[in-house]
């Protein structure tokens, strides 16, 4: 089957920087996204990585590894308003969206 | 308006009832989709539409209706509900289905709760 595996929850502290993993079992690799969710809100589009390496965009980075089937999203200088689920999602060999159920992530003062 | 609207925001409804949700996207795509969004499980692909084709339908029960009269409009009519579907549903669009590079754009969703 299909599976893409992230952590439930994490916790931060403003200012400081966090890494949300995502790993992926797919049937074939057509590109990865990541989404930010605010409570409440649409989903809303923060990435896409097709090759491997690291796309940065102001504090927000994203990395690919296609062989170990890995991502992680890199926050820096973390916002009270950074709260919220942060969603991967794969492309298939179908090209069919998979996504995983997201990381909600809470930041303290 | 701008983006991908839904309405409305938050149904409550029984059993028995029928209901319709509403989407609409301002983005001149062809593709858009329905989404079941339960707390902390994946998003669950509903149905997809391409140029007003259904070209999804991902082993949906019955009681949940899709129409596409155009492009920019989804609909999703909803009879004799269970309690177990009570969840945020997402309206989203695209350019089109498939595709390498193909980001979605979502509608921010009706919270529906069955009674």
């Known amino acids: 089957g299909q599976n893409i595996d992230q952590p439930t929850e994490m916790t931060a502290t403003e200012g400081a920087i966090v890494q949300i993993n995502c790993t992926y079992q797919?049937?074939?690799?057509?590109?990865l996204f990541w989404y930010q969710q605010h409570a409440g809100e649409a989903p809303t589009f923060l990435s896409y990585n097709v090759l491997d390496g690291l796309e940065e965009k102001g504090r927000f980075s994203s990395f690919l590894s296609r062989s170990k089937g890995y991502s992680y999203l890199l926050l820096k200088e973390l916002q009270m308003k950074d709260s919220a689920s942060y969603l991967c999602a794969v492309i298939d060999s179908n090209y069919q969206l998979i996504w995983g159920a997201g990381t909600k992530l809470i930041i303290k003062p | 308006e701008t983006g991908v609207t839904q309405t409305p925001r938050h149904l409550v409804m029984g059993m028995t009832n029928k209901k319709s949700l509403k989407c609409e996207q301002h983005l001149g795509h062809n593709a858009m989709y329905w989404y079941k969004q339960s707390a902390k499980k994946p998003l669950e692909l509903m149905f997809v539409?391409?140029?007003?084709?259904?070209?999804e339908n991902n082993s949906v029960p019955s009681r949940f209706s899709p129409e596409c009269p155009n492009s920019s409009h989804l609909f999703l009519h909803l009879h004799t509900l269970q309690p177990e579907d009570s969840a945020l549903y997402l309206c989203?669009?695209?350019?089109?289905?498939?595709?390498?590079?193909?980001?979605?754009?979502f509608g921010p969703g009706t919270r529906l709760t069955v009674l």
């Open positions: 539409y391409n140029f007003k084709e259904q070209t």
């Open positions: 797919t049937s074939g690799f057509n590109g």
């Open positions: 989203a669009s695209s350019p089109e289905t498939g595709g390498v590079y193909n980001e979605q754009f």
